[in-house]
């Protein structure tokens, strides 16, 4: 419980940021027609700011099928902060790990590896901050459902800058030594540049892939030197 409660308290210097993502979300899906309880639905059942994003940009001009395919790729980079973290939960039993699994957001997941890596992590922590940013995502979601038609247009105000500068707070996290640093600007620079010249949302989870590659090739050359 003590653990639980750790994890919950962490999520609190964050809870702002995730509220303010869930106010544009909840604004942006107003704009397109949704009602405040369908756009609150999607945040309590979805719980994924990116692919709630990607889903309301494809919404009215293709079908259900590409919808569910872009938003599935785009969270498959779950596969790899599972991967990253899975180590540390070893031991654990089958219900516990899905229940992790289930709630893991990019905040949590930033906040529990951290932990993890200190030497402090636990599964009791990485649940309160699961838990955490789900209490604050869904009432964002809700707020901004409830202001959309009071605020038509959130780029107006620079709100659609909250969800890019969140997750480069996040990224600052992790980057600890010039191996990360590298890492994160070549998967950056890929993920801009198949944007760019490529197709689809599959880009971002390759740049990513490509980038964990690196990394780990990085750190062997560091190891034989």
Not at 25 to 42: D, I, Q
Not at 186 to 198: E, H, M, V, W, Y
Not at 201 to 207: E, G, S, V
């Amino acid at each position: 419980m003590k653990d639980f409660r750790r994890g919950l308290l962490a999520t609190l210097p964050l809870a702002p940021g995730v509220v303010a993502l869930g106010l544009l979300y909840g604004m942006m899906a107003r704009g397109l027609g949704f009602g405040p309880a369908e756009a609150w639905a999607m945040s309590l059942i979805v719980h994924a700011g990116s692919t709630q994003f990607v889903a309301l940009g494809m919404w009215g001009t293709t079908g259900p099928a590409p919808i569910i395919l872009t938003t599935l790729v785009v969270n498959l980079r779950h596969l790899l902060m599972g991967a990253s973290v899975a180590p540390y939960l070893r031991g654990l039993s089958p219900p516990w790990k899905s229940l992790l699994a289930l709630w893991i957001s990019d905040e949590s997941y930033a906040l529990a590896i951290a932990e993890c890596e200190r030497g402090r992590g636990s599964h009791g922590y990485f649940l309160g901050a699961n838990v955490g940013i789900y209490l604050a995502w869904p009432t964002g979601g809700l707020l901004g459902a409830l202001l959309g038609v009071a605020v038509p247009d959130p780029g107006r105000y620079g709100l659609d800058l909250v969800f890019p500068l969140g997750f480069l707070g996040l990224l600052t996290a992790f980057l600890k030594d010039r191996i990360g640093l590298a890492v994160a600007l070549a998967a950056g620079g890929l993920a801009l540049l198949g944007t760019c010249l490529l197709p689809g949302r599959w880009t971002l989870l390759a740049a990513g892939l490509l980038g964990s590659g690196l990394g780990v090739l990085l750190e062997k050359v560091r190891e034989t030197l």
